[in-house]
């Protein structure tokens, strides 16, 4: 089938090269020029794994094009909007680039169009659309409007996409219905060629729920929040731990082989950030308040996330006393792993406050240097992990890529002033470190002193 996607960020360009990669020739847009030149002439405007390799394959074959939003209005019987939703100032969600493509789409389309909302927008968009189309439209033609939430996690989009554990649609007519489940007919029978593995047959085949539009885009936000609400429990649950003497791994270990309850979304850290959790939550907080229902369960979920930047501070203080002239090294600055989007990550805001207390930085992210220069120019960013840690005080991991799991402790303790680890992840062993000599600090209790240490630590 021929389809349109409008905007270019993770989740359109995921969306346009998985469509291409299932078997449909696909026509994706980007209003930012530099970047659209980017993408005609091969280059990747942002990391994600599988990505780069997928979008070349389809273009060797033809079934991906880049150009202007007009063009793709132009090209596809569908057309998928996935431009930014990003937060106003009192939190919600700015619609104004959907309204843009809406009208655009009225002004260019011709025939039918299925217009499908994939971006994440609040309850009633939907209706919003279809009544706009129509305001908007001139040359008589007609639409159906439908919201497709996606799922997809940055930095395994890929697999999300060509995986996932349902396909949800709300959809106000049959034909709407009928089109979406043709275009996704081959990921729900998982029946395409996958460029992640090699055992996909075997794979489960996803639900395809049908809904109403309006219960679609509910789904999207109750899950981000829900979520979000995991998150915010299990780090008020580690504050707990860490004032009775507890360990949160062990407790939310014990929660999680409860079926109800599983294990996913259950490590304490530093927060939640990225472009999805902080915003969406806000934005159903807003929905419910326009809609006359009080969630101020939402509002604490926010007010924990928010605590835990100076929470993990106070930790660092703690170990270290005065921060000003202190030599602190980070480790991981995107807002989780596998991704170089720096949107609201903890690590900057944490990053923000040492240094507004004269601490001296030296970072390094395997992936998000580059985006996060544009946000803190001024501290020192370093090639690798030892480099960053050369002379310093502790070494905070804020981000818990793969490599940090596989360094070298005798060789990192060579290079410190002082053998201190601040796990903002939890995502180091405290046995091993603590075998290398580190003093280990983790979230919710989880900590561990070398023997030789003990005596001096505890004077
Ligand atoms: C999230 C959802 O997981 C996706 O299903 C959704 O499609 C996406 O938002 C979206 O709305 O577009 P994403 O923001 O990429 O995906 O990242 P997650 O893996 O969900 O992590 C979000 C944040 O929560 C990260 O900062 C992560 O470090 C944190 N987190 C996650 C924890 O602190 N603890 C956990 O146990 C899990």
């Excluded at 998985?18 to 280059?43: M, P, T």
């Excluded at 150009?67 to 619609?95: K, Q």
């Excluded at 601490?359 to 960053?388: F, S």
């Excluded at 903002?424 to 919710?444: C, E, K, M, Q, W």
Aim: contains cysteine; negative net charge.
């Amino acid at each position: 089938m021929k389809l349109s996607v409008i905007g270019a960020g993770y989740v359109g360009l995921t969306t346009a090269a998985c469509l291409a990669q299932i078997g449909h020739d696909v026509f994706c847009s980007e209003s930012d020029l530099d970047k659209l030149a980017k993408l005609q002439n091969g280059v990747m405007p942002l990391f994600e794994p599988h990505l780069e390799d997928v979008i070349e394959g389809v273009r060797k074959v033809g079934r991906l094009h880049f150009g202007s939003t007009e063009d793709a209005i132009v090209w596809g019987d569908a057309i998928f909007i996935c431009v930014g939703t990003p937060p106003l100032a009192n939190g919600d969600a700015d619609l104004h680039a959907i309204e843009a493509v809406a009208r655009t789409i009225a002004k260019r389309a011709t025939g039918y169009r299925l217009v499908i909302e994939k971006s994440t927008v609040p309850v009633q968009t939907g209706a919003q659309l279809r009544k706009h189309l129509s305001v908007h439209g001139t040359n008589g033609s007609k639409y159906d409007v439908a919201s497709n939430p996606e799922f997809l996690r940055e930095g395994s989009s890929v697999e999300d996409f060509l995986h996932p554990d349902r396909i949800v649609i709300g959809a106000d007519s049959p034909r709407a219905t009928d089109l979406l489940r043709e275009i996704y007919e081959p990921i729900v029978q998982q029946r395409f060629d996958c460029p992640i593995h090699s055992d996909c047959p075997k794979r489960k085949k996803p639900i395809f729920l049908a809904t109403d539009t309006n219960s679609a885009e509910l789904i999207k936000h109750a899950s981000n929040s829900f979520l979000a609400m995991k998150i915010s429990f299990i780090n008020m649950v580690a504050n707990l731990c860490e004032a009775v003497g507890a360990d949160v791994t062990k407790v939310a270990q014990g929660m999680g082989l409860d079926p109800r309850i599983g294990p996913a979304f259950l490590n304490p850290g530093i927060g939640f950030g990225g472009f999805c959790f902080p915003k969406d939550v806000q934005a159903f907080i807003r929905i419910a308040e326009k809609s006359g229902c009080d969630f101020s369960l939402l509002r604490e979920v926010e007010k924990i996330n928010q605590r835990r930047v100076e929470h993990f501070v106070e930790q660092v203080r703690n170990e270290l006393w005065v921060l000003r002239g202190k030599k602190i090294a980070v480790w991981g600055l995107a807002f989780k792993p596998n991704t170089d989007d720096v949107r609201f990550a903890p690590a900057l805001s944490i990053i923000r406050s040492l240094q507004a207390e004269g601490a001296r930085i030296q970072a390094y992210d395997p992936e998000a240097m580059e985006k996060a220069k544009n946000e803190i120019p001024d501290l020192t960013y370093c090639q690798n992990a030892y480099e960053a840690a050369k002379g310093a005080d502790a070494v905070l991991l804020l981000t818990e890529w793969e490599e940090f799991r596989a360094i070298d402790w005798k060789r990192l303790g060579g290079l410190m002033e002082r053998s201190l680890i601040v796990d903002g992840r939890n995502a180091l062993s405290p046995d091993d470190l603590t075998s290398y000599g580190f003093h280990y600090v983790g979230i919710g209790g989880v900590s561990g002193t070398p023997q030789e240490l003990t005596s001096l630590v505890n004077g």
